[in-house]
């Protein structure tokens, strides 16, 4: 008896997660089926046709529904949907926002279009797909104060999918979604699935958490597929996509970034976290910025491809990392090294032009680089450099470097932990010849 009762709520719990899985319902079902718990937005009055203001009440009553226990999923038909003011969560369950190709949520204030920091019962199980969230407002924006199309922090915030969901703000000093964890709360397992974020102010996505540096606030949030372009154009950080403070358990996958003013992804907290198979195309500044006083712990960059055809930039920075893992990279970009521990870099290739294709510094050590080419192409630089005494070991096993200048110089700091071993070299347009040959 005891083993089916567990097994009957292993059951059940099974159908409670799968009913949140990406794609488990579609606008289909709310052609097919019409009851309590599924219905059209227009039956509550939200129409393309209203002004701003109805448009706003009638989104409110639509949570407000939810809220109550008397709806599960809403489904919206095409058109655009224009608010003046921001619906404000307050203990949202269980809940399916589906829209048909071409729904846009417009808001035409200074304002988030969802604002899920002022009441306290937050957001659980929410599940979107294909809307547009847009910001047609085109004043200034106070950049230390930025809104954002879809906001959250300061109340719990679990389990929300945005699936083949659109984001554009072009106007103020707006971001696409924003997590401010100011007090305990945290925001945990949010999904976004072949999302675009286009014309956008300021980020696509920013999760910060200012609270506590030792306690994780944002964690499980996933970027698979999609792209980031013309992102970060009117503030002054220029950042696609933002992890800041601590964090944990985070990644960002096979999206496309293209024109960012300095930084696609920038990391100063998230410790475990997977940037894979992204492409950065064309200016596109810093492919990845590791940086803060704080540690970081477990980050994997793997099969990330940089195509800017250009050299120019300061490059990328690591710095405060413990545990890094880099396979299958192609980066067109220095990366300087700062207080990096225990790496493993394999088949990667770097290529630049600055002073220094890979610098390393601070108390970096336990540097591994195997089948790596490492190339500078300006002339006279040095594509290794050594910066600081406190360097630990760093190794270069069976790669290739090449420079038009010295294959590395030193600042006289360092430099007798540099091991480069059965490796091609390619010095000051000399013939190639393997050093220190096993």
């Keep these: 008896m005891r083993v089916l009762i567990i097994l009957s709520l292993m059951f059940w719990g099974h159908l409670v997660f799968s009913s949140f899985e990406h794609g488990k319902n579609t606008v289909k079902d709310c052609q097919i089926k019409t009851s309590k718990e599924i219905k059209w937005a227009s039956s509550f009055n939200f129409l393309a046709s209203n002004s701003p203001s109805e448009n706003t009440s009638a989104l409110r009553n639509i949570f407000r529904e939810n ?3 008397l709806l599960n999923t809403i489904c919206i038909e095409k058109g655009i949907y224009n608010i003046d003011d921001s619906v404000l969560p307050n203990g949202l369950r269980d809940f399916k926002i589906l829209a048909e190709k071409g729904v846009v949520l417009n808001i035409t204030t200074d304002q988030p279009i969802i604002d899920a920091r002022l009441n306290s019962g937050g957001i659980t199980n929410l599940y979107m797909e294909n809307i547009t969230f847009s910001s047609s ?3 200034t924006t106070n950049e230390n104060n930025n809104p ?7 109340t719990p915030v679990k389990n929300i999918t945005f699936k083949e969901v659109s984001w554009t703000a072009p106007g103020g000093a707006i971001n696409g979604f924003k997590s401010a964890n100011e007090s305990n709360y945290k925001t945990e397992s949010v999904y976004f699935i072949n999302n675009k974020w286009y014309d956008i102010s300021r980020m696509a996505i920013e999760l910060i958490n200012h609270v506590d540096h030792s306690v994780s606030r944002y964690n499980d949030i996933k970027v698979e597929g999609g792209s980031v372009n013309n992102v970060g154009l009117g503030g002054t950080n220029g950042i ?6 601590r964090g944990d358990y985070n990644s960002i996958k096979n999206v496309t970034f293209n024109n960012i003013p300095i930084t696609a992804i920038e990391n ?3 410790w475990n976290t997977i940037y894979e198979g992204n492409i950065f195309k064309t200016n596109v500044e810093k492919p990845i910025l590791i940086t803060n006083t704080y540690d970081k712990k477990n980050i994997k960059i793997i099969d990330n491809i940089d195509v800017e055809q250009t050299f120019e930039g300061n490059g990328m920075e690591f710095t405060n990392i413990t545990g890094l893992i880099m396979v299958g990279n192609t980066f067109k970009t220095g990366i300087y090294f700062n207080n990096v521990r225990d790496v493993q870099i394999t088949n990667d290739v770097w290529i630049s032009d600055v002073y220094g294709t890979v610098y390393f510094d601070g108390k970096s050590g336990n540097i591994e680089f195997n089948n790596v080419t490492i190339e500078n192409n300006s002339a006279f630089n040095p594509a290794i450099i050594t910066n600081n005494n406190n360097l630990g070991n ?5 790669g290739y470097i090449k420079s038009n ?4 110089t030193h600042t006289e700091l360092g430099k007798s932990t540099l091991n480069i071993i059965n490796t091609k070299i390619k010095e000051g347009g000399s013939a190639t010849f393997i050093e220190n040959p096993k």
């Design 67 to 69: 809220e109550l226990g």
């Design 137 to 139: 407002y085109k004043g």
């Design 148 to 154: 954002a199309l879809f906001f959250v922090g300061a």
């Design 240 to 245: 696609g996509i933002s992890f800041s403070g």
């Design 268 to 270: 100063v907290g998230s």
């Design 394 to 398: 760093i190794e270069f096993n069976n």
């Design 405 to 408: 200048g010295q294959k590395s």
